[in-house]
């Protein structure tokens, strides 16, 4: 009914922009919207945004020079775009000084944690290839602290996604949490029993074995991992988790029974063999 309205045009690029495959009609929309307002700040933004994530970020730095006074909301989102499209041209001196201010000012405005991770990771790499390890490190640290604060918030949207009955939404919001700490056991432990309690073995499998990866010793990862083993009809792989657990139990009856299992498997692998 109105095709330069600019909520719908900002909202729908920047949506689109998510979407796999979807970001050609991203820019198309935005550059509408850009056209339609060019005085307007957050369509700008949003442009810039979606050149630079389809890999032409003088273009995206050449968009936002077209905003003359941001209003203040948008102010230091516009700075951390720039400097993360210096970045990509490989401009590190622009991308330390513009991030960098992303970060030390406008403290009264909030800045989505999420976003704030890519340009805390963006000028940690700066720092990194100007050679100042340790500014590098401050920003990586940033970064996985803001990381953690995005899990946090992900498994607790996940807990009450089951007290509302809504067990899908939960198990995204624990793959969330996952992709953005991926060493938390909690996430794995929530997401592997759950998918346990409904039967996908071979995904739970893939969720413990993802959990022993980063934690070998990990006894509900392992312990987990025998399980779906078991439910698989593979057995004969559990050897050498049962094995390891046995070396990190701590629960002298637990011990007990593991090696009375591994006994019982190294009997079944000898008369098999006989």
Not at 91 to 103: E, H, P, Q, S, T
Not at 222 to 234: F, K, P
Request: net charge negative; hydrophobic share 40%; with cysteine.
């Amino acid at each position: 009914r109105d095709p330069g309205d600019l909520e719908a045009l900002v909202s729908l690029g920047r949506s689109l922009r998510e979407e796999e495959g979807a970001l050609p009609e991203s820019l198309a929309l935005l550059e509408r919207a850009v056209k339609s307002h060019p005085e307007d700040a957050r369509a700008r933004l949003e442009l810039a945004r979606s050149l630079r994530t389809a890999g032409r970020p003088r273009e995206a730095i050449e968009t936002l020079k077209g905003v003359a006074d941001p209003p203040p909301s948008q102010a230091p989102f516009i700075e951390m775009e720039w400097g993360r499209a210096c970045y990509a041209t490989g401009d590190l001196d622009c991308a330390v000084r513009r991030i960098g201010r992303y970060f030390k000012e406008w403290r009264g405005i909030p800045k989505p944690a999420q976003t704030s991770v890519d340009a805390a990771l963006d000028l940690g790499r700066a720092w990194l290839e100007k050679g100042d390890r340790a500014k590098a490190l401050e920003q990586f640290k940033v970064a996985a602290d803001l990381g953690d604060s995005l899990a946090t918030w992900y498994r607790s949207q996940a807990d009450e996604a089951l007290k509302a009955g809504k067990p899908e939404a939960a198990e995204n919001d624990w793959k969330q949490a996952l992709e953005w700490s991926p060493l938390d056991p909690r996430a794995y432990y929530a997401l592997g029993d759950h998918l346990a309690v409904s039967g996908r073995w071979e995904e739970a499998l893939g969720i413990w074995r993802s959990l022993i990866d980063g934690h070998p010793d990990d006894v509900h990862g392992l312990s987990g991992a025998v399980t779906a083993l078991d439910s698989l009809g593979r057995s004969g792989e559990t050897a050498p988790l049962i094995e390891h657990l046995i070396n990190v139990e701590m629960n002298a009856d637990a011990i007990a029974a593991l090696r009375a299992r591994l006994a019982s498997l190294k009997a079944g692998e000898s008369s098999g063999s006989d």
